[in-house]
């Protein structure tokens, strides 16, 4: 069992920067791939970045590749998600997932943050 709990969502305006962080409880964070997806108004939730347990090998999604990075502290049972460079068409709620292994449909994922809300205005 693990618990994620999403912070540093915000208003922001287009070309600016934003650090989500999501804080983990349970003794087998290290254990797990950690994944970013978001989901705007009237869209399906999609993926957005994940990271291996070890935090070696990090995977994207076309559309933020170059402007967002995803890290992990296992020491502190955290991951995060740097956002630069960031467009209107990111705003969108976004949440953070746990599983084992790595997958990008989200219905394959039993542990979900709350979300946090990410507003970039133009």
């Known amino acids: 069992q693990v618990q994620l709990v999403e912070s540093g969502g915000g208003l922001v305006q287009a070309g600016g920067s934003l650090r989500l962080s999501c804080a983990a409880s349970g003794r087998t964070f290290s254990s797990y791939y950690m994944h970013w997806f978001r989901q705007a108004p009237g869209k399906e939730r999609e993926f957005v970045a994940r990271?291996?347990?070890?935090?070696?090998?990090?995977v994207y999604a076309d559309s933020v590749k170059g402007r967002f990075t995803i890290s992990r502290d296992n020491a502190k049972n955290t991951a995060y998600l740097q956002m630069n460079s960031l467009k209107p068409e990111d705003t969108a709620v976004y949440y953070c997932a746990a599983r084992s292994g790595a997958s990008v449909n989200p219905y394959a994922f039993d542990y979900w943050g709350q979300g946090t809300q990410v507003t970039v205005s133009s």
């Open positions: 990271i291996s347990a070890s935090g070696v090998i990090t």
